[in-house]
């Protein structure tokens, strides 16, 4: 969530408050050009004339889509100017076969028994795409064409090569399986992101971008799309579009879920919520419920809030209830419970004898209730760290763990925050695309070595796309179907798709993910390259962490010199080795994405500039501490220290503008302020428009250095509106 929503809790609090290891540097020789047709290099090269495309299945809507699709992707990968694609079985007029089937035949020529994933294989002058159904054949042809080169990384825009002619893998032999059965994506549309409008107002534009949404969903091997319905949006309205967003969804094998809120005390955002009274709980919860379930939904997520408790005995009482109603009406409707996170005292309860954190209690409710597993920002299970004042998320391992016999589990992280910490400072962060490997890989294997039951699925919650953040979503995507696979190899998928110099960028950005590691994680410096805005930092005060938080300029004046050495070895020396090794990363990047060409260019400008802004707020912290140690130490050198660090926001704000131009929704929608549904009233990248959270810590530097004081709220910028 966003902590404006706070402002009402956060006022009442105050009243009670007194006044990644070392790595050698990127290669010094000329860079490999970043061509999108490269990829073809290692490609058999096909007449035109003798080759069929032959697509074998039942007829239906999404084998529609699938042919428009292939006569779609086809010729603009293989320089065509059409194909067409055959109904049936190859019947040998050409001498090269593409057999896109569930046919029994194809199987039992496969001498596969498959029943969920598929099998691409060549056999001499033949190809065959092989699935045993219509929901996995889509899996597979999307599969195959991204052995061809395609990559769908993002729900508006694609890389598509153009090969030179027709090109087929010399060899090809797959089996893909899911790991699990529910994968899929929770558009947090309580935020302004680019979905809220599309999946949440009306209108013909909004259901087309939305099954275009759907679309990419299937071509990423994905079959969920869920997101936050709002009481502010009319339900006669909504439910019309909702139905034809389900309609669409359903005719290309994907379910839609609703999450709402459970009970009114929680809702701090512009949630749906089921119970207004205690009072009255029964009677609002069914009357909501059979509104709700007016909509063809296939999964229906409550809620429970953050920050905020209430009687245990009451809330198992409301999920119990709420899950065999919904069992009553509307049996294929899977219900489940949001297990969130938060160490705050009022969420610790006492029940049954027990100390039990509040989102626990979920685990003592009918078994028919799922359980979706939460956490947060780009923390994991695994590691020992975590945010919300836990110090890992440990607890949520084990309630998952404990869980699974009991019920469906999915598990519930993110792929961006929006919380002053990632795109909207902005920060590229693939420490996001590891910690979510590192859940996927060792969640399947612990899970089957421990001999329990598998998740049911993996859900992201997702806060927008840009600045790289589509890239989290579409590589979990991938993880999902080969969950032994390693990190790099996940790298290696996305960098291939820029050609001879893939392996490079490669190698690249898995260093920028090893410092990111190091420092970041690992020397829990990640406070200091994201931002803080007026309602947070009232939230900290009041005990509410919402990220990691850096030491505070006025806290550094106040050290003695012991304390001020100690925090310039672990902090400033730390930040200092990792802007000085990002800076040979971002060379290396830029260098290599000057030489792309037309295809790649848009996907290759918007990973060099996230190396670009990693190392620019890195080094604009590390020059305005500077300018203030300096300063406390009585130097003369903190205005020169302070003016560059000044200097490098606008170097920011020159990277902002560019890559606003790349943006793939409208820029007004993105970074305009404007009424919307949500409780903020501008969109999701008007901070990063701004470069609010580099003015406001600039303005915090010199009122300090210049003045000797904090800067009083009443003259920063709030970023929070």
């Known amino acids: 969530m966003r902590w404006s929503a706070l402002v009402p809790l956060l006022a009442l609090a105050l009243l009670s408050v007194p006044g990644c290891g070392d790595s050698d540097g990127p290669s010094t020789s000329a860079p490999a050009a970043c061509h ?37 992707y086809l010729p603009a990968l293989w320089g065509l100017d059409s194909i067409t694609v055959s109904s ?33 294989r060549r056999s001499d002058q033949s190809v065959t795409v092989y699935a045993a159904d219509e929901t996995n054949l889509a899996y597979a042809t999307y599969g195959f064409l991204e052995r061809l080169g395609a990559r769908f990384f993002h729900p508006k825009a694609e890389l598509i090569p153009s090969l030179g002619g027709v090109r087929l893998p010399k060899t090809l032999d797959v089996t893909e399986k899911p790991a699990w059965p529910t994968r899929g994506i929770q558009e947090h549309t309580l935020h302004p992101i680019e979905m809220m409008s599309v999946l949440n107002e009306p209108s013909a534009e909004h259901l087309a971008d939305a099954k275009q949404y759907i679309d990419w969903l299937v071509k990423t091997g994905q079959n969920l799309i869920q997101w936050p319905l709002m009481d502010t949006v009319p339900w006669t309205d909504f439910a019309p579009h909702a139905q034809a967003i389900a309609d669409y ?15 009114a005390e929680s809702s701090l955002q512009n949630n749906y919520v089921l119970i207004q009274s205690d009072a009255t709980w029964q009677a609002d919860l069914e009357a909501k419920l059979d509104q709700l379930l007016g909509v063809s939904w296939d999964v229906v997520e409550l809620a429970l809030g953050e920050f905020i408790g ?31 996170v938060g160490n705050y005292p009022n969420l610790w309860l006492d029940y049954q004898g027990k100390k039990t954190f509040f989102y626990h209690l979920a685990g003592y409710t009918d078994g028919k209730l799922g359980s979706s597993v939460h956490t947060v920002f780009f923390f994991d299970l695994y590691r020992d760290w975590g ?48 910690a979510r490997w590192l859940d996927i890989s060792s969640l399947h294997k612990d899970i089957r070595e421990q001999g329990l039951p598998e998740l049911d699925g993996h859900v992201m919650f997702s806060s927008g796309k840009e600045w790289n953040y589509w890239l989290t979503d579409y590589l979990a995507a991938k993880m999902q179907w080969d969950p032994e696979a390693d990190y790099e190899s996940f790298l290696g998928h996305y960098t291939s798709s820029f050609g001879a110099c893939g392996s490079e960028l490669r190698t690249d950005l898995s260093k920028l993910t090893e410092l990111q590691n190091e420092y970041l994680f690992d020397k829990r410096l990640v406070g200091y390259v994201s931002g803080e805005d007026n309602v947070l930092d009232l939230g900290f005060i009041a005990g509410y962490e919402s990220h990691p938080r850096r030491v505070d300029f006025e806290k550094v004046t106040a050290m003695d010199e012991g304390e001020l050495a100690t925090f310039e070895t672990n902090v400033i020396g730390e930040l200092a080795k990792y802007v000085d090794k990002l800076r040979p990363l971002e060379k290396s990047v830029v260098a290599r994405c000057k030489t792309a060409d037309d295809v790649v260019k848009p996907w290759c400008d918007e990973l060099s500039d996230g190396f ?5 707020r890195a080094e604009h912290t590390l020059g305005l501490y500077r300018a203030v140690i300096d300063s406390a130490r ?36 993105l970074v305009d302020a404007y009424q919307n549904p949500t409780i903020y009233e501008w969109g999701y990248l008007r901070q990063t428009h701004l470069a609010c959270f580099w003015h406001r810590q600039d303005i915090q530097a010199e009122t300090l250095i210049t003045e000797g004081f904090p800067a009083s709220f009443s003259v920063l910028p709030s970023c929070d509106d």
């Open 36 to 72: 999108a047709a490269d990829v073809a290099a290692d490609m058999d090269e096909v007449a035109a004339e003798d080759v069929g495309v032959y697509l074998d299945a039942p007829a239906s809507a999404g084998v529609d889509v699938l042919r428009s699709d292939l006569e779609k």
């Open 88 to 120: 049936g079985a190859p019947d040998g007029s050409k001498a090269v076969s593409i057999w896109i089937t569930t046919s029994d035949s194809a199987r039992d020529s496969l001498g596969v028994t498959l029943t969920d994933g598929y099998v691409l």
């Open 249 to 263: 969804a359903h005719s290309r094998g994907v379910k839609i879920g609703a999450v709402v809120q459970m009970f």
């Open 310 to 340: 209430a009687n245990p005995a009451d809330v198992i009482s409301w999920l119990n209830h709420a899950t065999s109603y919904v069992n009553g009406k509307a049996p294929n409707v899977e219900l489940s419970a949001q297990i969130h």
């Open 387 to 434: 945010t919300y004042k836990h110090d890992n998320f440990f607890l949520q391992r084990d309630y998952l763990m404990e869980q699974l016999p009991k019920r469906k589990v999915r598990y519930f992280p993110e792929s961006a925050y929006w919380i002053a910490a990632d795109v909207d400072v902005p920060q590229f962060l693939p420490e996001y695309i590891y």
């Open 612 to 616: 670009v802004i990693d190392r620019l």
């Open 634 to 669: 009585g130097g003369s050198t903190s205005l020169d220290l302070l003016a560059k660090a000044k200097d490098i926001t606008k170097q920011a704000e020159t990277v902002i503008a560019r890559r606003e131009t790349g943006y793939r929704f409208p820029l007004s929608q």
